[in-house]
């Protein structure tokens, strides 16, 4: 990202951006984040491998498994946690802090209209604010 600051995450992406499988690199509250989305779930993880600082958004992602570009290490993108060696400490990680209930106002949320005869269902990561969870922040 030479040049370009990193997009923040906590000012929201639309799901739509990110296909399944894919990782967006960017910073929550300042610290460089990844943002992976893995079927209809989005993850917010550290960005750099806890090894030797490569950046994971080049990496593998097999399921919930997150490949080290560099030295294989392993994390599970669900939970942070390293999973083998070199790694051995895990991922800052970020959870939401309150479940989005859309707007349904004459059939649609604020941001779609509906689809197939259902009421649409947004999925903005800015209507689901990021946060460390407590046990991460205590380190």
């Given at each position: 990202m030479t040049g370009t600051t990193p997009p923040d995450l906590k000012a929201g992406v639309p799901f739509e951006r990110i296909a399944d499988g894919a990782m967006l690199p960017g910073q929550i509250d300042g610290e460089d984040a990844l943002l992976v989305r893995r079927g209809?779930?989005?993850?917010?993880?550290?960005?750099?491998?806890?090894h030797y600082h490569a950046a994971l958004a080049d990496g593998l992602l097999s399921g919930h498994v997150l490949h080290c570009p560099m030295h294989h290490s392993q994390f599970d993108i669900r939970s942070g946690k390293a999973l083998?060696?070199?790694?051995?400490?895990?991922?800052?990680?970020?959870?939401?802090?309150?479940?989005?209930?859309?707007?349904?106002?004459?059939?649609?949320?604020?941001?779609?209209?509906?689809?197939?005869?259902?009421?649409?269902?947004?999925?903005?990561?800015?209507?689901r604010r990021l946060r460390r969870p407590a046990h991460d922040a205590q380190r």
């Open positions: 209809e779930a989005l993850y917010a993880i550290g960005a750099q491998c806890t083998c060696a070199p790694a051995l400490d895990d991922l800052p990680c970020w959870r939401r802090a309150t479940a989005f209930a859309p707007e349904r106002a004459a059939g649609r949320c604020r941001h779609h209209r509906r689809r197939r005869g259902r009421p649409g269902r947004c999925r903005h990561v800015a209507e």
